[in-house]
DNA sequence: TATGAATGAGCGTTCATTCAT
DNA sequence: CATGAATGAACGCTCATTCAT
């Protein structure tokens, strides 16, 4: 299975205010038929149409499909890494475990509950063949993460496993949620339960050995 | 969103021995291509070809495409099922909730090595729109879950949604390792932190509250 | 500068009698756009229109664009061949070389001025860079007009590359009449003039030697 | 003093000699593509940006791409007319046939070695549809030919027929062996072969007449 | 019934060329 | 004037699906 590499030319980036606006009203276009459309009527022609720039404009500054489907992601993952990131140096410092997990998590889910036509869209409608790895965002998240709740760890043996298990988890059930179960996100269950997982997780009473 | 009906019912009842075969060789070359060549290769004309059926025969036991990723999530959602079924029943009634929890989780891992290939390829290939809900497998499942771990639940506020938490963050993880991290399949560590992230989760110290 | 093979996967040679006629269609078509439009009127979607056949069909005997441009050339160059072939068995055992070469000439003319615009068409529209090397054919011709001259060479230091050397010449010589001078096509004066360069190129009263 | 001087230059002087410098980048970059990339690649927007221009000031100075293809040839035909004119002039009054051809062909041969690429290209790659008739260069090349063959012509009924043919063949027979087999321009067998070729037909023992 | 042939709709992408600043 | 942005018109090609034998 051949791939052609994402970050090939990446067509010139708009130095004029005009074509500024050709690529917010492409990006735009593009989340909305993402989220309203969906995958199958994620074409490039409709993305230019629905933008109201011609379809070569938009080749003059994304090289192809896969380039807008990559800003996209990596539009989200910049929005949601931000406001993660100031969360998590405000609480990092203070609280219990319990406080912290609260705030975290409580932080998660809101955000998917601002945005979640386009996160959903992102997750669920992409082919995961051209998910990128994310890996700057998401491996940056998690080192916050790490810090944010090493100091409450208890006979955790892998610290470093421990958050990436959490993070992934957590990403899916907010997920599942939203797609399956989108009441619960209203109230303050899943925060409660997600709190309830991780917690003794993390604050283990004794190193946890097979019997 | 408007979208066909997928689930019509197979246009022809393989009555014959002959449409049983003709039917899985179409599943047969369906999860081959899905596995080894991906979505974009997955078309109706390269599954009948692979097949070594005629195109036309294809459509004469499934109405559409959409009806072979059907089969093909209900075949593999079914293997799934029966075996952990018959685990189910074994380990239900003896033992502590670490080695119940150990017991499923074993099984659960051990599956996702058996045939990675598949269940990648289902999971990550077929855009979400297509899945299937599986409700009727997968419910059926989380009750079976739901009555092998209620006996170990302590003050466990929502024991169904509780079980819904566990069944969709292990489903998730395993996926993410195998796709991620699939090194860590090979050792136990993954087993020994699902079952502590479960452990104390269902059997809670005392009552989870916010302070 | 890569290029994609051309025999690559030559689509299903049809086997029913309907299908013949597709192609047949096809070709047609392709000839007459070909010969009265010129390369640039050369695509896939008008040379399907023309031939009253669907797009998809002909990409389901032609794998591409340059496939048509090959079987193009194959029917041509197989004409070419199949008559030369069955003149040059006819002379080459009688006769004076002038005779022969004559005939030779004679008919290589008459054959250009039977078919000169699909003849002109295949040599000057079609880029060089998809011309099938016709290797098979142009040999064969090549091989055949040396077992007919051969008997008269005299002083040939290399009758191989003799024959190289008149049938490229021949070749180019009559494309460029065709083009720049076509009424000289008419008279006999140019079979005159090409027997009179290849009768003493052959039978050379002595070794061509350097001063 | 220079101020105003460059002034002056930078109103008219200069603009003439950027443009001049304009259309040689242009004309440099067109060379480039067309012998390293090929026919295919030739796109007025690649050469604008090889050439470091505007695709805007390209339009200035070209009226549409096949000017730009018209004046490549110009500039190839002009550069081998002169080289030729020179030669020409030197050998004609002096020598042999044989000494007047030989070093005719060689001088084509050794023109065709030092630049086979843009020769190949212009000739290979150009879609004859757009080649002009050149017929200013050649025909004075032809002009002089003539005048420095023929005093050594004897029965040749039609002179300029005969030098047309000598320098179309020529032409097609070194294009074809750069083409197809270019080991052949190391020796000098080709020399010696078209000189033989040429030798006769211009020298006839008696008049060609058809028996 | 099983098969080869057919097809409409459309996709991703390109390119020669022109506008507008 | 020079430049970036814009654009219309195609182009090569695919695919889910249906027809006709």
């Not at 791939?3 to 492409?26: C, G, H, N, W």
């Not at 993402?34 to 720039?53: C, D």
């Not at 944010?148 to 988890?169: D, G, R, Y």
């Not at 797609?179 to 339960?193: A, D, F, H, N």
Request: aromatic share 6%; charged share 20%.
């Amino acid at each position: 299975m051949s791939r052609i590499s994402t970050t090939q030319k990446s067509r010139k980036m708009p130095s004029q205010e005009r074509s500024r606006l050709t690529v917010d009203a492409i990006i735009q276009a593009s989340t909305y038929i993402l989220t309203e459309v969906g995958w199958k009527g994620f074409t490039t022609n409709a993305i230019a149409e629905r933008a109201g720039v011609n379809i070569s404009s938009l080749y003059q500054f994304f090289p192809n499909k896969e380039a807008i489907v990559a800003e996209l992601q990596k539009r989200h993952a910049a929005e949601m890494s931000d406001e993660l990131h100031k969360i998590l140096q405000l609480v990092s410092l203070q609280g219990s475990l319990k406080q912290v997990l609260t705030l975290l998590v409580h932080m998660i889910v809101e955000k998917h509950k601002v945005a979640p036509a386009v996160h959903k869209a992102v997750l669920e409608e992409v082919p995961l063949t051209l998910k990128t790895s994310c890996s700057d965002a998401d491996s940056q998240l998690r080192i916050l993460f790490l810090e944010a709740l090493k100091p409450f760890m208890q006979n955790v043996p892998n610290p470093e496993l421990a958050i990436h298990i959490i993070t992934v988890t957590a990403q899916a059930l907010i997920n599942n949620i939203i797609v399956e179960r989108p009441k619960l996100l209203q109230g303050t269950e899943i925060v409660t339960e997600l709190v309830a997982l991780y917690e003794y997780y993390l604050e283990r009473p004794t190193a946890t050995t097979l019997p």
